[in-house]
């Protein structure tokens, strides 16, 4: 029998019926546990309930809601009976989920909550096609909305599994039947692109599509029975995703949290993860935590800790070093790395072992002591956030893909960590780094990133041309992305190919790293560098309001009018002195990679707006919301 994931949710079911597959917490917010064996009959009667109400195989069904259990049990529900949801969350605009609802054809959808309902009843008008919603949220009664929801039929999810219940007591093998009828080909899901460059696709992905992942990644990370992954990305992204089938797929569990630093560390220490899927950003933001913590202690204190995380990054480096870590680009002698290595790894090995013990055990601690490593997604993982949790002892293993594949294409391998790479090629994946007329360069030299494999998407829903525009006859997918391969068949990415400036004196200039560089600053939250057709290059600078607002404090700046704040000659000194230190020739940047002048944007990016799911700027919208000020940035 082929393969998919229901018939996946089974296996491991009949296997560890009373292991934990979900935490979840109750109204008091502890977190309480649910078996395999009790997540599998939630999802079958949701599945049979689902078939009362006439959706089946085929259908699509849209899914607005941000993580919880039942989103889950949702999504197996539906693949169980031959369906694929259309996911989006609860902070996508009124038009997105307008316009994905309506182009994807769904005549069924989930919503979380009442809010969901209001926004996609005060959207029915052109939502012909969608005559049945289903509400997450307890304590719904679907009688206060009926005379708001003409034409259409509300439920209850609570409604929906009790009619499944009552199906399968006549029928108990019903829905087994269906999952037997599924095929690898079948259609999970069509998730809508976040939208970075404009209009959403949707991609089609199959069940082929992530078992390939759930195969693959145990053979690069040890997971399996009573590993925790605390789950705080949006759950209907891809990266997230994937993440909850490798879970279900190893019978590990999830836990389900929030990208927001007080309850996601409360949670490190209800909980006790093993594993994090996560953004750069979380990790960036955690840096940025501690590093504030430890601007608030004594000098001294200050002092110890800037000692021993210099001594730990060193140190790292010479164990990469040692190990044959280190990415390699052109072929240089081992024997000579190890003997420039070993001396002084030894002799910092004293300093690094009591750095542990009185600076980075607390990190640890406040992860819940039992944390393995964090795989880091959805964007490229900043050098010096990289760098600081390495010395800290805090694994991370950086990933690479598309929504497009489902999403891997690359990550790091948990025994063979390469920094600066997002890891060996996936297994069974291939990749190529082309030149602009798709002649395949050799390991060391930058080009386009292509890729092939089984996680590659079936297509865009209804956009035959667009998908023939990113797959060739042969299968390869244009990533869109700029990268090169080591000569360990590792993969670093540099870029995006389209979002390459080009100043006036023809010099290319890829935004990505200078961007990174300057958020390395405690004081700047993003950054976007522009220039396309220009004689420089400019920034609009989002300063980390807190670390701002805190410097003004000690230099006796007024606070109250954050606007005026932004002008203070004081503030425009050290921002300008921020940039000038990390973007220069001594830090590896050519002279017309400088930034020549910046303006610091007062308003706050949110996700949805300003910026993706995967908290990635979406440069049209700020290139268009900005306008005014981009314009006298070249004046």
Same mark, same amino acid.
């Given at each position: 029998?082929?393969?998919?994931?229901?018939?996946?949710?089974?296996?491991?079911?009949?296997?560890?019926?009373?292991?934990?597959?979900?935490?979840?917490?109750?109204?008091?917010?502890?977190?309480?546990?649910?078996?395999?064996?009790?997540?599998?009959?939630?999802?079958?009667?949701?599945?049979?309930?689902?078939?009362?109400?006439?959706?089946?195989?085929?259908?699509?069904?849209?899914? +607005?809601?941000?993580?919880?259990?039942?989103?889950?049990?949702?999504?197996?529900?539906?693949?169980?009976?031959?369906?694929?949801?259309?996911?989006?969350?609860?902070?996508?605009?009124?038009?997105?989920?307008?316009y994905i609802l309506g182009f994807a054809d769904c005549?069924?959808?989930?919503?979380?909550?009442?809010?969901?309902?209001?926004?996609?009843?005060?959207?029915?008008?052109?939502?012909?096609?969608?005559?049945?919603?289903?509400?997450?949220?307890?304590?719904?009664?679907?009688?206060?909305?009926?005379?708001?929801?003409? =034409?259409?039929?509300?439920?209850?999810?609570?409604?929906?599994?009790?009619?499944g219940t009552a199906m399968l007591a006549r029928d108990?093998?019903?829905?087994?039947?269906?999952?037997?009828?599924?095929?690898?080909?079948?259609?999970?899901?069509? +998730?809508?692109?976040?939208?970075?460059?404009?209009?959403?696709?949707?991609?089609?992905?199959?069940?082929?599509?992530?078992?390939?992942?759930?195969?693959?990644?145990?053979?690069?990370?040890?997971?399996?029975?009573?590993?925790?992954?605390?789950?705080?990305?949006?759950?209907?992204?891809?990266?997230?995703?994937?993440?909850?089938?490798?879970?279900?797929?190893?019978?590990?569990?999830?836990?389900?949290?929030?990208? +927001?630093?007080?309850?996601?560390?409360?949670?490190?220490?209800?909980?006790?993860?093993?594993?994090?899927?996560?953004?750069?950003?979380?990790?960036?933001?955690?840096?940025?935590?501690?590093?504030?913590?430890?601007?608030?202690?004594?000098?001294?204190?200050?002092?110890?800790?800037?000692?021993?995380?210099?001594?730990?990054?060193?140190?790292?480096?010479?164990?990469?070093?040692?190990?044959?870590?280190?990415?390699?680009?052109?072929?240089?002698?081992?024997?000579?790395?190890?003997?420039?290595?070993?001396?002084?790894?030894?002799?910092?090995?004293?300093?690094?072992?009591?750095?542990?013990?009185?600076?980075?055990?607390?990190?640890?601690?406040?992860?819940? =002591?039992?944390?393995?490593?964090?795989?880091?997604?959805?964007?490229?993982?900043?050098?010096?956030?990289?760098?600081?949790?390495?010395?800290?002892?805090?694994?991370?293993?950086?990933?690479?893909?598309?929504?497009?594949?489902?999403?891997?294409?690359?990550?790091?391998?948990?025994?063979?960590?390469?920094?600066?790479?997002?890891?060996?090629?996936?297994?069974?994946?291939?990749?190529?780094?082309?030149?602009?007329?798709?002649?395949?360069?050799?390991?060391?030299?930058?080009?386009?990133?292509?890729?092939?494999?089984?996680?590659?998407?079936?297509?865009?829903?209804?956009?035959?041309?667009?998908?023939?525009?990113?797959?060739?006859?042969? =299968?390869?997918?244009?990533?869109?992305?700029?990268?090169?391969?080591?000569?360990?068949?590792?993969?670093?990415?540099?870029?995006?190919?389209?979002?390459?400036?080009?100043?006036?004196?023809?010099?290319?200039?890829?935004?990505?790293?200078?961007?990174?560089?300057?958020?390395?600053?405690?004081?700047?939250?993003?950054?976007?560098?522009?220039?396309?057709?220009?004689?420089?290059?400019?920034?609009?600078?989002?300063?980390?309001?807190?670390?701002?607002?805190?410097?003004?404090?000690?230099?006796?700046?007024?606070?109250?009018?954050?606007?005026?704040?932004?002008?203070?000659?004081?503030?425009?000194?050290?921002?300008?002195?921020?940039?000038?230190?990390?973007?220069?020739?001594?830090?590896?940047?050519?002279?017309?990679?400088?930034?020549?002048?910046?303006?610091?944007?007062?308003?706050?990016?949110? +996700?949805?707006?300003?910026?993706?799911?995967?908290?990635?700027?979406?440069?049209?919208?700020?290139?268009?919301?900005?306008?005014?000020?981009?314009?006298?940035?070249?004046?």
């Amino acid at each position: 029998m082929e393969p998919t994931i229901p018939l996946m949710l089974r296996r491991v079911k009949e296997q560890y019926p009373n292991l934990a597959a979900q935490h979840s917490k109750d109204d008091a917010g502890i977190f309480q546990p649910t078996s395999y064996g009790d997540l599998y009959r939630e999802v079958q009667n949701l599945a049979a309930g689902l078939m009362s109400i006439g959706v089946g195989r085929g259908d699509h069904v849209g899914l +607005i809601s941000d993580n919880r259990k039942e989103w889950l049990v949702a999504d197996l529900a539906l693949q169980c009976i031959g369906a694929a949801d259309v996911p989006r969350g609860c902070d996508s605009t009124a038009a997105e989920i307008q316009y994905i609802l309506g182009f994807a054809d769904c005549r069924t959808a989930f919503v979380e909550n009442r809010a969901q309902l209001e926004r996609v009843l005060d959207m029915r008008q052109s939502l012909s096609l969608l005559t049945s919603i289903i509400v997450l949220e307890k304590g719904f009664t679907a009688e206060e909305f009926e005379q708001k929801a003409p =034409g259409m039929t509300l439920h209850t999810f609570e409604a929906i599994s009790d009619s499944g219940t009552a199906m399968l007591a006549r029928d108990p093998m019903a829905i087994e039947r269906e999952i037997d009828a599924g095929t690898g080909d079948s259609l999970a899901t069509i +998730i809508f692109t976040s939208g970075t460059t404009g209009e959403p696709k949707g991609v089609m992905l199959s069940h082929r599509n992530f078992l390939h992942q759930v195969k693959g990644v145990p053979e690069l990370i040890d997971i399996g029975p009573g590993d925790i992954w605390l789950c705080v990305l949006p759950v209907w992204h891809s990266f997230e995703r994937i993440m909850q089938y490798v879970a279900l797929g190893t019978a590990s569990a999830l836990a389900y949290s929030k990208p +927001i630093s007080k309850i996601m560390l409360q949670d490190f220490q209800a909980i006790r993860p093993t594993w994090l899927a996560s953004v750069p950003r979380i990790w960036d933001a955690l840096k940025a935590g501690i590093y504030r913590n430890v601007s608030n202690q004594s000098a001294v204190k200050r002092g110890i800790f800037a000692f021993f995380v210099a001594v730990a990054s060193t140190h790292a480096r010479l164990s990469y070093m040692m190990r044959g870590l280190l990415p390699r680009f052109k072929a240089r002698s081992r024997v000579l790395e190890v003997l420039m290595a070993v001396l002084p790894y030894l002799l910092l090995a004293p300093l690094r072992a009591l750095g542990n013990l009185l600076v980075f055990k607390a990190i640890h601690e406040r992860l819940g =002591g039992r944390f393995v490593a964090g795989i880091s997604g959805g964007g490229a993982l900043p050098e010096d956030v990289d760098s600081f949790f390495a010395a800290a002892g805090v694994l991370l293993l950086e990933g690479y893909g598309l929504t497009e594949t489902a999403p891997v294409l690359g990550v790091r391998a948990q025994h063979h960590p390469v920094p600066g790479t997002v890891g060996p090629i996936f297994p069974g994946t291939e990749v190529k780094i082309v030149d602009d007329n798709g002649r395949a360069l050799p390991p060391g030299t930058k080009g386009l990133v292509l890729g092939r494999g089984p996680q590659v998407m079936l297509g865009y829903y209804k956009r035959p041309e667009d998908t023939a525009k990113i797959i060739s006859a042969d =299968g390869w997918l244009n990533t869109g992305d700029l990268g090169m391969l080591t000569l360990n068949n590792e993969l670093k990415i540099l870029g995006r190919a389209k979002d390459t400036i080009v100043l006036l004196g023809g010099e290319n200039v890829e935004p990505l790293p200078i961007e990174q560089k300057l958020c390395e600053s405690v004081f700047i939250s993003q950054a976007m560098v522009l220039g396309q057709d220009q004689k420089y290059l400019a920034a609009l600078i989002l300063p980390n309001r807190e670390a701002l607002e805190q410097f003004a404090s000690t230099e006796s700046i007024p606070t109250t009018d954050y606007e005026a704040l932004l002008e203070h000659p004081r503030v425009i000194e050290l921002f300008n002195s921020e940039i000038s230190e990390r973007v220069n020739p001594k830090s590896g940047f050519k002279n017309f990679e400088r930034i020549f002048r910046f303006r610091l944007v007062g308003d706050t990016f949110e +996700i949805g707006r300003e910026l993706s799911a995967k908290q990635e700027i979406k440069r049209h919208v700020l290139h268009d919301k900005y306008a005014k000020m981009i314009r006298e940035l070249f004046v």
